[in-house]
């Protein structure tokens, strides 16, 4: 099983263009999540979706988009990158959404982006 | 908001000694999870407490939730290089509709055994 699946692994932008990662969970997973990873600030959830053709607005959302036109794949746009985005991105797929007990992630390899 | 609050935030040690990692929060969560991040890796679950005082290991790991569901130790017995990684805790993020599809992180502690 490939699991969760990133896109690209790398891309270097300049301010003010814009770009769109690409995640693929082979899972059959209702739930994916886009988080970013940054130095001292741990993981934060950008955005999420619970099933297809939803989405939801995470911690720090501004600046991203999200759609999720198919159950399998969790697109994160940015339209206008900023230095400020420079960052790992981390997608992740959970089975469910469990009102008791874990809701277990799991995580793609990241996707490292830098904008000068 | 649910913080989860993890010391230390680095850790260096010699292969052979023992270590224990913290995370703390002062609200109750109903299960509490711990992932390993290895360089250039996406976390990986190495696994869920759920019941207060609850004890798990996993071969070298032990894995403690506090009675009160509001800490969790990490405890590793005789550490690898293979051991060396970001350790993070994880708790599910109250919602409005009740149901925990989000995870709360803590910031994780950065492991290094050195040989």
């Known amino acids: 099983n490939a699991g969760v699946t990133q896109t690209p692994k790398f891309r270097v932008l300049k301010t003010g263009q814009s770009m769109t990662l690409l995640c693929a969970q082979d899972?059959?997973?209702?739930?994916m999540y886009w988080y970013r990873q940054d130095p001292g600030m741990g993981l934060r959830l950008i955005h999420y979706?619970?099933?297809?053709?939803?989405?939801a607005k995470g911690e720090v959302p501004d600046g991203y988009n999200v759609s999720r036109l198919k159950k399998q794949n969790f697109l994160l746009g940015l339209e206008s990158a900023a230095p400020s985005q420079t960052s790992v991105y981390f997608c992740?797929?959970?089975?469910?959404?469990?009102?008791?007990?874990?809701?277990?992630?799991?995580f793609g390899a990241g996707s490292r982006l830098t904008v000068l | 908001t649910q913080l989860l609050e993890q010391s230390p935030q680095f850790l260096s040690i010699q292969e052979g000694e023992n270590l224990t990692v913290y995370c703390n929060s002062s609200?109750?969560?109903?299960?509490l999870q711990w992932y390993r991040q290895e360089p250039g890796e996406g976390p990986v679950l190495l696994v869920t407490?759920?019941?207060?005082?609850e004890v798990k290991k996993l071969k070298r790991l032990t894995f403690q939730f506090g009675d009160a569901r509001k800490d969790s130790s990490l405890h590793i017995t005789a550490a690898q290089t293979g051991d060396t990684g970001l350790y993070l805790c994880?708790?599910?993020?109250?919602?409005?509709?009740?149901?925990?599809?989000?995870?709360?992180f803590g910031k994780g502690t950065l492991l290094t055994v050195n040989p």
């Open positions: 407490v759920v019941t207060g005082g």
């Open positions: 992740a797929s959970s089975y469910t959404g469990l009102t008791s007990g874990a809701n277990v992630l799991t």
């Open positions: 899972m059959n997973h209702e739930y």
């Open positions: 609200s109750v969560f109903s299960s």
């Open positions: 979706s619970v099933g297809e053709g939803t989405t």
């Open positions: 994880a708790g599910p993020r109250r919602s409005s509709g009740g149901s925990n599809y989000k995870l709360t």
